[in-house]
């Protein structure tokens, strides 16, 4: 980067992990600026999960692999286990494919929601301009917006309701203790919401923590607890229960029995109700008043997707012909989009995935190589962990621990908005109609008839990232009942293969010694490479390619910028010492860098320490550290880290 950037986030919060944002704005001579080249994008710390398991039996991958990551938990265990019942040739029954999906759709159901509500919502909503809502207007609002919808379950009059909220808003404000709310730029002029729209999406915020809790507990019973529910190669380590009553303490009774089939209905109904009335709604209402971020965040057009939601019902002989070798047959429909022909959809090979490190930490190709080749030796080259106290990004050199993935030599961006326009350029399964239909009605349809007049191209922004985040959560929602419905009706069905273990025990006999595995994560495309040793039947190479490495990475031995950094492209901000609209876009691609750390000095005490009542808070990003020039770290050495998303 020629001119020395004057937008610096460092690290970014409010995401799952440790993120460096640098870029340049040209200044407008009022303290704000425009973005006319792409930024940088850095990962300041370093995952070294596939390192862990070279050696290790290949059935114990997953219980690793779900350690990369406190929020992705299911999807890295199951993208695991699928690599490996890959390389030894075994299907799973019907009963596993109906559980898998609905233990991934229950994380992309609150996942999704997690970060609209408590990691996405404030860049869009003025948490302090709520102190000026009418209560009684608020309730008007909420009437109108989420009519199916009761405040607080009802517990008190709506009007009342919001008064309460606000007088325990006001407390906080007035005692300086803003808690969950605090160091955000109140006030910021980008802020467009009404005082009832903040206060209405305030109180959703709240009430979002405590339905977030009940949904897991569909993992819980399916996979024995939460994060990290139990998985195993070859199908699931759950049977139905021998006990057909109420209770489970009986000699062979397990968790599926009457009580916990009950509360995964119960789980299933909570998540729809809420996405339905609560989440899709207020999606719907912030679009309304935001629609110009429908022309601000587009990437370079090119989408990815590896596909997932294997439909078993396409299952013509158990163990046999498994779900996962019918493409047709998945909700997401792996394929490629290419900017050049956005509304075709083209096949998926996965022989064309590469990895470049040509700016990343690491050895290997700088002209990228496959990951089943790939490794993970780290070469860092930055800035030394002495004391130094500045460093800068550059672009000419190594500047992440993220490395570039590419597509046939082609960066590409993953997640909600490639499942969609994915599912829409397919339009044949009844789910894609269903994508059509809600893209016209709340997308395309003019204002005029209630939808927000824009074009299916302008998806691709950051607007459309939220949107189309919305629609796969309701899409998704939808299923689970059929899933599970499915389930029910086959659940006297196996759970899982038993020719695995014997299979795992002749590794002469395994069909190939390398397994691909795939999941499309809540954040996109998610997939696993094992090489296993035919000989000693061990773990023998590891690879990852997660969904945020695709949108996050750096440049590539091309210089081509990757999705994140190509989106800053044309942001304008109204003050570049509060970038309010760089976290937005970023923000709508949902990072997940890896599981967060701490930083802390040789002695163990934290580096920094922030008082959020002191009155120069203002100072920090609402939920990132936004640096000056001459105030800023290499990694490992210093910056605010205030953890990770909620799981």
């Known amino acids: 980067m020629a001119t020395t950037p004057n937008v610096i986030i460092d690290p970014m919060t409010r995401i799952e992990g440790h993120l460096r944002i640098q870029a340049y704005a040209e200044p407008d001579g009022q303290g704000g600026g425009v973005i006319t080249k792409p930024g940088l994008s850095s990962s300041t710390m370093v995952r070294g999960v596939e390192a862990i ?5 290949p059935r114990d991958a997953w219980a690793f692999t779900q350690r990369i990551c406190g929020v992705c938990t299911v999807v890295h265990g199951l993208t695991s286990v699928r690599a490996v019942e890959n390389a030894i040739g075994i299907k799973v029954p019907k009963n596993a494919d109906y559980i898998r999906n609905m233990m991934i759709g229950a994380q992309y159901v609150h996942d999704h929601v997690m970060h609209f509500y408590h990691l996405h919502a404030l860049d869009w909503v003025d948490v302090v301009s709520a102190l000026e809502a009418s209560p009684a207007a608020t ?5 109108t917006n989420n009519p199916g919808h009761k405040p607080n379950q009802g517990r008190l009059p709506d009007t009342a309701y919001f008064q309460t909220l606000l007088t325990k808003l006001n407390g906080m404000v007035s005692r300086g203790q803003l808690g969950l709310f605090a160091n955000g730029y109140w006030g910021h002029p980008a802020y467009q919401l009404s005082p009832e729209a903040n206060l209405l999406l305030v109180s959703h915020y709240l009430e979002a923590l405590g339905w977030a809790r009940e949904v897991v507990k569909l993992h819980a019973v399916f996979g024995g607890k939460d994060p990290h529910p139990n998985l195993v190669v070859g199908g699931m380590p759950c049977t139905l229960s021998s006990n057909p009553g109420r209770i489970s303490e009986d000699a062979g009774g397990t968790s599926l029995n009457t009580a916990g089939l009950a509360v995964i209905k119960t789980a299933i109904a909570t998540m ?20 110009e971020w429908a022309l601000i965040g587009a990437t370079e057009g090119n989408f990815l997707c590896f596909g997932d939601f294997p439909d078993p019902a396409l299952v013509r002989t158990e163990f046999k012909d498994g779900a996962i070798d019918y493409p047709a047959g998945y909700l997401i429909p792996p394929g490629v989009i290419w900017a050049s022909d956005p509304t075709r959809l083209r096949p998926f090979d996965p022989s064309l995935v590469t990895e470049n490190v040509a700016h990343a930490w690491y050895r290997g190709s700088t002209a990228g190589e496959h990951p089943s080749v790939g490794s993970t030796t780290l070469h860092y080259t930055g800035p030394k962990p002495d004391g130094a106290s500045r460093y800068m990004l550059d672009e000419s050199q190594r500047y992440s621990w993220i490395k570039s993935p590419r597509y046939d ?5 993953v997640g909600p908005l490639a499942h969609i326009l994915a599912m829409h350029a397919r339009g044949t399964l009844p789910t894609d109609k269903l994508v059509r239909r809600a893209v016209q009605q709340y997308w395309t349809d003019p204002v005029t008839q209630d939808g927000l007049g824009l074009t299916v191209g302008q998806l691709n922004s950051t607007l459309g990232r939220i949107f189309c985040r919305m629609l796969e959560t309701k899409i998704i929602a939808d299923q689970m009942a059929v899933w599970y419905q499915h389930y029910y009706n086959h659940r006297s069905g196996a759970y899982w293969n038993p020719e695995t273990f014997t299979r795992l025990t002749q590794p002469q006999q395994w069909p190939q010694s390398v397994g691909f595995g795939f999941t499309e994560a809540p954040r996109g495309a998610l997939g696993h490479w094992v090489r296993l040793d035919r000989t000693s039947g061990l773990i023998a190479n590891y690879q990852c390619v997660v969904a ?3 949108n996050a990475g750096p440049r590539d031995d091309q210089d081509t910028p990757g999705p994140y950094e190509r989106a800053l492209v044309g942001h304008r901000l109204v003050d570049v010492k509060q970038p309010l609209e760089v976290l937005r876009t970023i923000h709508s691609f949902d990072p997940c860098i890896g599981c967060a750390v701490h930083l802390i000095d040789p002695d163990g005490q934290p580096l920094m320490e922030v008082d959020i009542n002191h009155a120069a808070r203002v100072s920090l990003a609402p939920d990132a550290r936004c640096a000056t020039p001459s105030d800023v770290h290499p990694p490992g050495v210093g910056g605010v880290s205030d953890g990770a998303s909620p799981t």
């Not at 398991?53 to 039996?57: E, I």
């Not at 729809?272 to 629609?291: N, T």
């Not at 030599?409 to 961006?413: L, V």
């Open 409 to 413: 030599g082609e960066p590409m961006e």
């Open 272 to 291: 729809k109700s809420f996405v339905d009335q609560v989440y899709l709604p207020d999606v719907c209402l912030l679009a309304s008043q935001y629609r």
């Open 548 to 550: 945020s490495q695709w």
């Open 53 to 57: 398991l070279l050696g290790r039996d």
């Open 139 to 143: 309730a008007s609002l909420a009437r």
